[in-house]
């Protein structure tokens, strides 16, 4: 599944929870299923510069795929940032170059988040693109 079917998927699951609170905690849900970290991981070397909680990123490249993986303090940060890898991971360079997400708008979390929170997801997915961009 190409990065867009991916995020449509996303969207189309969450879309039926009837408000943005309960989306939120969906995402939430789901990621404390999701493994983080090793703390030998959690160098600073993998830290994502310029966001207020910690966050941390793991990237790598094989044969035009990028692996994804993430963690961070906040739970709220940790829960964004995870499915942004998470829509990312195993996918074509290219397309990770291409694509910008709009399951945040699309489930109107966006405009209910705080800055920072915003921030760290944006600095990820910026982090994860130029990274693949290196790569593409």
């Not at 990770?96 to 997801?121: D, K, N």
């Amino acid at each position: 599944m190409n990065v867009a079917a991916r995020e449509a998927a996303l969207i189309a699951e969450l879309a039926v929870l009837p408000s943005w609170q309960e989306r939120l905690e969906e995402l939430l849900r789901r990621d404390r299923r999701r493994p983080g970290l090793d703390p030998a991981e959690r160098a600073e070397a993998a830290r994502v510069p310029g966001c207020l909680s910690r966050v941390w990123l793991v990237l790598a490249a094989d044969g035009g795929r990028c692996r994804c993986r993430s963690d961070a303090e906040a739970p709220a940060v940790r829960a964004l940032v995870g499915t942004l890898a998470a829509l990312y991971d195993d996918a074509p360079v290219a397309e990770i170059v291409a694509h910008e997400p709009t399951f945040l708008a699309s489930l109107e979390l966006e405009r209910h988040l705080t800055g920072t929170r915003r921030e760290a997801l944006t600095k990820t997915r910026a982090a994860i693109r130029a990274f693949a961009a290196t790569r593409a």
